[in-house]
T-cell receptor
Framework: SQTIHQWPATLVQPVGSPLSLECTVE??????LYWYRQAAGRGLQLLFYSVGIGQISSEVPQNLSASRPQDRQFILSSKKLLLSDSGFYLC????????????FGNGTRLTVT | GESVGLHLPTLSVQEGDNSIINCAYS??????FIWYKQESGKGPQFIID?????DKRQGQRVTVLLNKTVKHLSLQIAATQPGDSAVYFC????????FGPGTRLSVLP
């Protein structure tokens, strides 16, 4: 069966520090991969999605970037964190069909101080 | 892309009663819809989906209704339990997979 791993679960970082969040998927090939951010009590904001290695689409201009160095690995990064980058970051995958559900990881709670 | 919205941001229901969470969508060409449940501190979990060639689909204690004429989707939870307390999102999958703002369901003892 397919599983998705996301780490770390929680992270506290100072303003101006770099960020790297990693997500990996097992049990499937060529998944579509997604990064979402969720502010407290709010909905899900799509940040990036990828349909293949090295292919990244950005939905929101921001202080973040994403990379997909391997088929089942998706990384969210920042060179210098801002206070506004705090939030709950969720990685998700789905199959190649657009008519298929997303499967989410357990998320990373990021607090920028 | 098109977005999916919700009528009610919060819903409080007595334990044992039925819950109905509503959702409006804007893209009349949409042919697939999904409901997710998100508990506090966790990622959203798939509940049930429905394709546009259906009006109704039932799962365990949950039913999704689709009214394509008015572009409306609803999630019904029978005999609501404390464990049903969560935020519920409807979603319209497309390339970007955009979610609506969500409805928080609170189950009262």
């Amino acid at each position: 069966s397919q599983t998705i791993h996301q780490w770390p679960a929680t992270l506290v970082q100072p303003v101006g520090s770099p960020l790297s969040l990693e997500c990996t998927v097992e049990g499937t090939s060529n998944p579509n991969l997604y990064w979402y951010r969720q502010a407290a009590g709010r909905g899900l904001q799509l940040l990036f999605y990828s349909v293949g290695i090295g292919q990244i689409s950005s939905e929101v201009p921001q202080n973040l970037s994403a990379s997909r160095p391997q088929d089942r690995q998706f990384i969210l990064s920042s060179k210098k964190l801002l206070l506004s980058d705090s939030g709950f970051y969720l990685c998700a995958w789905r199959g190649v069909s657009y008519n298929s559900p997303l499967h989410f990881g357990n998320g990373t709670r990021l607090t920028v101080t | 892309g098109e977005s999916v919205g919700l009528h009610l941001p919060t819903l409080s229901v007595q334990e044992g009663d039925n819950s109905i969470i509503n959702c409006a969508y804007s893209n009349s060409a949409s042919d697939y819809f999904i409901w997710y449940k998100q508990e506090s501190g966790k990622g959203p979990q798939f509940i049930i989906d429905i394709r546009s060639n259906m009006d109704k689909r039932q799962g365990q204690r949950v039913t999704v209704l689709l009214n394509k004429t008015v572009k409306h989707l609803s999630l019904q939870i029978a005999a609501t339990q404390p464990g049903d307390s969560a935020v519920y999102f409807c979603a319209e999958p497309g390339q970007n997979f955009v979610f609506g703002p969500g409805t928080r369901l609170s189950v009262l003892p």
